[in-house]
């Protein structure tokens, strides 16, 4: 089977849990967490916790579609936070931690909007932004799988089943 690698990106609070819930998932070739969104260029950590950049804290992934698709992705990642809070999620306040799917293609556009829809009309009231990709500003090293380096499990994101 020709090989299929493609990416996905998504926003959800805090990058450190969004990165842990999906680096282990089978078809997951490669994860980094960084910012996109914005209209800062080389956004650091400190100018988008001030809130003045406009980034998300985002999860760039990498996968292999013969093993994993974009669909499950996405309900993953619907699954992991509250896409009903507007720029926050739980205590982390801040457009920086918006719920966000950033789509590099029209079919994941498609994806996308179709469980938003689909979370509708389960009575939940997603406030995700679909944007398509622009730059992705990859964090600083410190960052990059912080509760696999720093023995902590991640407390921001609780898996919870809704499709």
Known sequence: MKDKIQKAYFA???FWGVEDSFQNLKGVVSTRVGYMGGKTESPTYEKVCRGDTGHAETLEIVFDANELDFETLAKTFFEIHDSTQKNRQGPDIGD???SAIFYVSEKQKK???KLVDILKEK???AVTEISPVKNFYVAEDYHQKYYLKSGNNSACQVRK???
Do not use: T
């Open 12 to 14: 959800g609070g805090c």
């Open 161 to 163: 089943r809704i499709f």
């Open 123 to 125: 009575g939940i009231d």
């Open 96 to 98: 920086q931690y918006r």
């Open 111 to 113: 994806i996308a909007d």
